[in-house]
């Protein structure tokens, strides 16, 4: 028998357990952060004594070039990438092109792949003087360099297509949602394919693809790998490669950096809300939730040629990128005339025996297994408290959870970094503030896959339970962890995958004894030869990969069990 | 039937500032079906689910045998697993992870059965539904009317007293659904159990049910039979959601007589105290005969339209009293056009609440 009024004491003590627990990791670097990016006197105060807002001022007085270069690169990169989603998300929603389930499967690989790898890959490819595009237009008797990926345009090229991958998903997801009768109805009063397409699909996904535009846009203004590697031998800076650089100079000037940080977050978080508002309204769902059975347009011969654009798709993306670095990664010297390769297997050796790149791999997988293990059971019991219990102030909780989200990785590094420089707590410089970090910035991604699968169970199956007799711990031993198995396993992938290749908040927050991989990378990439960085960046894809196919495997195994 | 095992009293539940039960009180006598019926968003789900426990309440009482399960002057609440209750879910609830064995072993593993207690038990349950060539397959690669069929031997292994089913033929196709009420029936009457059972379908409350409670907006709008509810509806909505019939306008002018709109006075029943302010009547549509009989009430009329549904054929005949729908059986069929007498009997001319 249970009286009512303890329960409610108890819900409350918990409630303010986790807000308070929450709060604390995810809320306080940003408060260190504000405090620092109003110092003006000596940038390494703490606590700071003279405030102003000169950093803010700095931002436009100095650094427009900046500004000019970041939005420049966001907006092409926004515009390719929505271009390629839309393209790709109607081919493979609304047409009958020829292996659809296939092809729908490999457009996730560019995103698993990461912006480093593809930013490593497509500077060996279209690097100037020695990459492989221009060794081959010389072979073939050209004089200069006809391609330069250290541009603008090649950044922004990279982005679309490592980090566009979200416009496809997004766009198809609209696409599918829309009642194909709709369609139909045009076809029977006479119109066109083409005609059909332009008039009733266009505008009727609109919605869908200007949502997604301004959510890519916001990705691309944080994006960071990209830049920091095609950007800094072209001396092109953007906002995050300049926040980067101004922690390196000596004295390392954080407030400066903490301006351009959170100035960068307001816009980013203004234009979530933005996206955030737009979905909720309801103007922006297409037609109805319902799902429908896809009936795909007949493209006869065309479809060969719309096959074509996606296989063309993957081959930039997944296929030359892996290439390159294959075979990068396996001569003395790079070069793609094969008469003149000197094949070896040395570079992987190197990687492989080289100390501080080993402990740096070794450090990202215990990470990856620490962080995956502890983080999804913190995870669960978060979820279950958000959409399952009553507790007062789920809603609060959920919001914080969520916000890492909305803040640029490398932001909350440095802010994490500001604050535990700043803490007396020693764990500055040692794996366990990584660890502490990786948690915090997997909440959204962790939370959000194991949501995703508790709100597919129906409730009644847990009610069943309790009405036939059993205990709220016999129920989730028998009935509800049983059920989250499988999706327990794919988010404690997802999240390994995520730690192996993190480099955003890594590159603050890595210390001379607590390498990880990611940053490594970049290290070898400025300073010791591709060759050697390929194999690297081969060797965290295989790592990444591997959980891949795991993830798939499960993906496969749960779908068939849950219908 | 003369033992009350249920105790519904003043029962209130709130969902925010909206009251899904307003006050709603009842008893459900041991070994009776006991059946709510209502639109959606009526509060009979909820209803149902609080006396599950699976629903808070914020005001009234529940007693289950004369013991308090819920009580909000006392401040007590039993947790749902020692109500000692068991339930049907709309959804079925089948656990998907289970084989229909398992599934329905659950409660028993749960009460600590002995191995061959459980064994005999289910095999028991599964016989009463048919499904006990199907004990080990996988619960997820059943059917709908099959995982219907498990959710019911689920609900029943344990041999609980009181049965609680929510919509649980819902989801089932038309032809499925009339079967599996013929063996609902039976299957309560044969053990016993006493139900309380939640529909939207009139058709299915009538059929099944000792005894229906109509709802509306949270509250009880009349408690009978399934005879009294479909010849004595005590309000409009109740003529109207359940069956179909004509409803008249007019006014009341003391005792049985009744003022219709056109002039004509219809001798009328009421299943409530007439107070005088009473301006609708209820005619069945399946009571209207078309041609006179003697101590009916007579209206003359025509044949507007003829539609021919197969078990029955639907006129609408415009009358002296306005336009009525009558429902007959497929013979001696009528032109459209053809002059008539509507006819029914004071019994079946019920006098609604205003």
Known sequence: ?563 | MSVTRIEVKDLIVRYGDQVAVNGVSFTVGRGEHLTLLGPSGCGKTTTLRAIAGLEQPSGGSIRIDGQTMYDSTERRSVQTEQRGVSMVFQSYAIWPHMSVFDNVAYGLRVRKQSKADIQTNVERALDLVQMRHLADRGASKLSGGQQQRVALARAIAFSPTVVLFDEPLSNLDAKLRAEMRVELRELQRRLGITAVYVTHDQEEALAISDRVIVMNVGVIEQIGTPEEIYNRPRSRFVADFVGSANLIKGKWTGDDLFLAEGGVTLKVVASHKPHGRETEVAVRTAYIELEPRDGDNQVPGKVRQRLFHGDFVQYVIDSAIGPLIVRRPPINLLEEGAPVTVSFSPEHCVLLEA
């Open chain 1, 1 to 563: 028998m249970g009286v009512l009024r303890p329960r409610i004491n108890g819900q409350a003590l918990t409630t303010l357990a986790v807000l308070g627990i929450v709060g604390f990791l995810v809320l306080l670097p940003m408060i260190f952060l504000v405090e620092e990016s109003l110092n003006v006197g000596d940038p390494m105060a703490f606590p700071p004594v003279e405030f102003g807002i000169a950093n803010y001022i700095a931002i436009f007085e100095e650094d427009f070039k900046t500004v000019w270069n970041t939005l420049i690169i966001a907006v092409m990169a926004t515009v390719m990438a929505i271009l390629i989603g839309f393209t790709l998300a109607w081919i493979l929603t609304r047409t009958n092109v020829p292996g659809r389930e296939k092809l729908e499967r490999l457009m996730e690989l560019p995103y698993y792949m990461t912006p480093l790898v593809g930013a490593l890959a497509w500077a060996v490819i279209a690097g100037p003087k020695s990459g492989f595009i221009n060794q081959m237009w010389k072979a073939v008797g050209g004089t200069n360099d006809i391609a330069d990926i250290y541009t603008h345009f090649g950044i922004a090229w990279v982005m679309a297509l490592f980090e566009g991958t979200v416009a496809f998903v997004m766009i198809s997801a609209s696409m599918k949602s829309m009642d194909p009768a709709l369609e139909e109805s045009a076809r029977v009063m006479g119109a066109s394919k083409l005609r059909t397409m332009l008039t009733v699909t266009l505008p009727l996904v609109m919605p869908g693809v200007m949502g997604a535009s301004l959510f890519v846009f916001a990705e691309m203004l944080g994006s960071f790998a990209a830049a920091l590697v095609l950007g800094i031998p072209g001396r092109i800076y953007v906002i995050t490669t300049a926040i980067w650089d101004s922690t390196l100079a000596y004295p390392p000037d954080y407030g400066r950096a903490s301006a351009m940080g959170l100035s960068l977050f307001i816009v980013m978080f203004a234009m979530l809300t933005l996206y955030r508002r737009m979905i909720r309204r309801g103007t922006f769902t297409t037609i109805s939730g319902k799902a429908f059975r896809p009936r795909p347009m007949d493209m006869g011969r065309m479809a060969w040629v719309l096959f074509s654009v996606c296989a063309l798709y993957v081959a930039l993306a997944v296929v030359f990128p892996i290439a390159a670095l294959l075979m990068t990664s396996l001569q003395r010297f790079a070069t793609v005339i094969l008469s003149q390769a000197q094949w070896t297997f040395a570079n992987y050796e190197v990687a492989l025996s080289l100390g501080p790149v080993r402990t740096a791999l070794f450090n990202s997988i215990m990470l990856g297994l620490g962080v995956a293990t502890v983080g999804v059971v913190i995870m669960s019991l978060l979820v279950w408290i958000i959409y399952r219990s009553q507790l007062r102030g789920r809603g609060a909780i959920e919001y914080l959870v969520m916000f890492p989200q909305a803040v640029p990785r490398l932001v909350f590094g440095l802010a994490l970094l500001w604050a535990w420089l700043n803490i007396p707590i020693g764990i500055y410089g040692t794996l366990w503030l990584l660890a502490l970090a990786y948690f915090t910035v997997m909440l959204p991604l962790g939370v959000r896959t194991l949501a995703g699968v508790v709100l597919q169970i129906d409730k009644s199956l847990e009610e069943c339970a309790r009405v036939c007799g059993a205990s709220w711990g016999y129920q989730m031993r028998t009935v509800t962890l049983p059920l989250l198995k499988p999706g327990i396993l794919a988010a404690w992938l997802l999240i390994f995958m995520a730690c192996v290749r993190e480099l955003g908040a890594s590159a603050f927050l890595m210390g001379p004894n607590a390498k990880v991989i990611a940053p490594s990378i970049v290290n070898a990439f400025a300073t010791s030869g591709t060759e050697l960085t390929a194999a690297m960046a081969l060797i965290q894809t295989f790592t990444v990969i591997v959980a891949l196919v795991i993830l798939f495997r499960v993906a496969r195994g749960m779908t068939k069990e849950l219908q």
